[in-house]
């Protein structure tokens, strides 16, 4: 599971993407700066893993982790190939969700590729490329679908009549996720893998002052995006890239501090990005290793050990499952199981986040 970070030229996202990432990324002050994609695999910060490391003293800790890729810059006409646009737009249908960055400060140092400051407007320039491809890979399918729906194919009239009511949503400037759908209807949108149909996360990147409440150009995205199914984080990047470069952590909480912020902002995003991609975590622990396991929500208990080794998924028997608050409570496995705390499940059982779960399988 991966998400995209995209944007105009210049508005910050590979100073991001560095923030985020050991993977460093170039970052300078001329659009396409940024040519290939480039990818990092992020830990997502949980402080569970730090209570589970102090009660069991595992030889190791893995935490969960979310694929990110900094995707270049967009600009005006992507969607007709320009600015290498085909072959950036190809790199964003790859991704699972979206995290758009927004250029919310003033600094006359910095080039915008637009005159004058207005992420609303960058907003919608990004917004309409995107709603173009999504019309042309829709409009290559109707052609499909209309003519077997003249032959009176029922899924091919249902098909028809989703992709029609598709097409006039973008024809009207809204993009596919904000367009209401039904389950079923979504279903035909599926393999197309729509640009604008992915989740989307909004990060306006602001100037020190504005790292805790926002801004004037903050609250109109706010007002922009209002009825989009999306979410908003404002962070000064520039100065989060300048955080991560410090090595001690009590320096890192004196700049956050002086910043009137509680955790680095990059810690924010990725447990944003980590819910955009519908994902949450359930835990092993042994004196081996305490580990964060990421699984879908909604996922049953055979799918979750499948995550481990596909043998768990064939062969599974049965999931002995502790909830986190009860393991911290109680202190130790044993403490559980004589508490009566400890929970068997079957093949139906739906794991919860934070889940604590030992496996039983036989192949």
Known sequence: MKAGIVGLPNVGKSTLFNCLSNAKAQSANFPFCTIEPNIGVVNVPDSRLQKLEKLVNPERVMPATVEIVDIAGLVKGASKGEGLGNKFLANIRETDAIIHVLRCFDDDNIIHVDEGIDPVRDKGTIDVELQLKDLEAIEKRLEKVKKASRTGDKEATKEFDTLTKVVNGLEGFNSVRSIELSDDEREYLKPLQLLTDKPILYVCNVDDASA?????????????????????????????????????????????????????????????????????????????????????????????????????????I??????????VLYGTEAKVRDAGKLGVEGKEYVVQDGDMINFRFNV
């Open 212 to 316: 805790v409440s926002g801004n004037a150009y903050v609250d109109a995205v706010k007002e922009a995006v209002k009825d989009e199914n999306a979410e908003i984080i404002i962070l000064a990047v520039a100065t989060e890239a300048d955080i991560t470069e410090l090595e001690e952590y009590e320096e890192r909480q004196m700049f956050l501090e002086d910043l009137g912020l509680k955790e680095p902002g990059a810690s924010k995003l990725i447990r944003a990005a980590y819910r955009l991609l519908n994902l949450q975590t359930y835990f092993t622990a042994g004196i081996k290793e305490v580990r964060a396991w990421t699984i879908n929500i909604g996922d049953t208990a055979p799918q979750a050990a499948g995550v481990i080794h596909t043998d768990f998924e064939k062969g599974f």
């Open 318 to 327: 049965r999931a002995e499952v502790i909830k986190y608050e009860d393991y």
